[in-house]
């Protein structure tokens, strides 16, 4: 099956600091990977479409300076959370439909998150 | 616009029991349907998903739902609930190549 990874799995830092987090799909291109956001105990909250070759499309109400998508290969793409604060500490998933088969999404195991 | 409505953020069920998750959506097209299912802090698993084809869908760890497009539900159902199966169960529709999720139903079995 598709494999999609995360790193790093979990990640602690002090408020106003940068966050990279990465996204790989495996076995598998992705020319599209999503972002997601999770709160605890509620559903995913998709944040943007990162498109390889291209700019990220973000959702409305979504700060695009502040949650930095880059999409460098066919089997990575990066969310850098920029000068965090307490309030950005959440789970964030990624996830990516494999090329021809377009109605599955394949999910990452996701990284939490926690600002100081 | 595509939605999917997940009716009861908590369901309890004895240990052998049946399991029965309530999934309703709204599509102006055709949609693609799913079942996911998450762990503590882990990612999506795919349970079952609906492409248009058999109405009854069989997914993993005994799972099936059913797409019952007068009611526009999508209900997952598993005959005996097993202590494993508790976690939290999202449904969701796609429509193109997004995806749209429920709120979320946490599931517990109860020994």
């Known amino acids: 099956g598709a494999v999609v990874s995360q790193h790093p799995s979990w990640v602690i830092c002090k408020s106003g600091t940068s966050v990279k987090i990465e996204c790989r799909s495996l076995?598998?291109?992705?020319?599209?990977m999503f972002w997601y956001r999770q709160f605890p105990k509620q559903s995913l909250m998709l944040m943007a479409t990162?498109?390889?070759?291209?700019?990220?499309?973000?959702e409305q109400g979504v700060e695009k300076d502040k949650f930095l998508i880059n999409h460098a290969s066919l089997t990575l793409s990066t969310l850098t959370v920029t000068s965090a604060h307490p309030e950005d500490s959440s789970f964030y998933i990624c996830?990516?439909?494999?090329?021809?088969?377009?109605?599955?999404?394949?999910f990452g195991p996701g990284t939490r998150l926690t600002v100081l | 616009a595509q939605s999917v409505t997940q009716l009861g953020s908590h369901v309890s069920v004895s240990e052998g029991a049946l399991v029965l998750l309530r999934c309703n959506y709204s599509?102006?097209?055709?949609?693609?349907l799913f079942w996911y299912v998450q762990y503590p802090n882990q990612g999506l698993q795919l349970l079952l998903k609906y492409t248009s084809a058999a109405t009854l869908v069989k997914g993993i760890n005994g799972f099936e739902a059913e797409f019952k497009k007068s009611e526009t539900s999508f209900h997952l159902t598993k005959p005996s609930a097993h202590m494993s199966d508790a976690a939290e169960y999202f449904c969701a529709v796609n429509t193109g190549n997004q995806f749209y999720f429920g709120t979320g139903t946490s599931l517990t079995v109860i020994p």
């Open positions: 990162s498109n390889e070759g291209s700019k990220a499309t973000y």
């Open positions: 996830s990516a439909p494999r090329a021809g088969v377009t109605d599955t999404q394949y």
């Open positions: 076995d598998f291109q992705a020319t599209t």
């Open positions: 599509s102006s097209v055709p949609p693609y």
